[in-house]
């Protein structure tokens, strides 16, 4: 076999996998843009719903319920907001976690302060800065999936409008 058709047909494969890396490359950068865009939209939710317990307040237990055999329980506390006297309970705490008289900080809603979270724990900061998280991170996959994009973009354009650009045999 001649040298020539030895680097001809290694030339095509190169080209073909070239091609296959390339749409490879497209391809995951579009899923990149709509994940960008889902953790944007995740994040604003994510936000949105946080952004109405902004007030704080204290809150004191009042009462412990047990279960039977759980080692949880439910707390009912009470707290007083702008004059007037609010009661409400947590249910699935761990037991021994408080006790009877025991006060902790709660946001609450100031529309409807009888909506309260509690502060405090992994849980309320993780969530609380989750939605921030989820968009910046969208906006970095945005952005490189818009900077890289261009480029692939303009090679795939070119392999649909101009076909194959490969040597081809001449036999």
Known sequence: MDKDKIFESVEKVNSGWN?????ATFIRLILLFFAGIAFVITGLAVNSELAVYIEKTTV???DIATF???DQVTIYYEYDIDGKHYENKEIGVPDGEYSVGDSFECFYNK????????AGGLSFYLTQYLGKALIVI???MLII????FKNAAVIVFNDLV???NTPQDDD
């Open 162 to 164: 101009y076909g194959d």
């Open 19 to 23: 091609k296959f890396r390339t749409w």
């Open 145 to 148: 999936s818009v900077v890289k």
């Open 68 to 70: 039977d055999d759980s």
């Open 138 to 140: 969208g906006v970095i």
């Open 60 to 62: 004191v237990i009042t």
């Open 111 to 118: 529309k409807n302060p009888s909506d309260i979270v509690k």
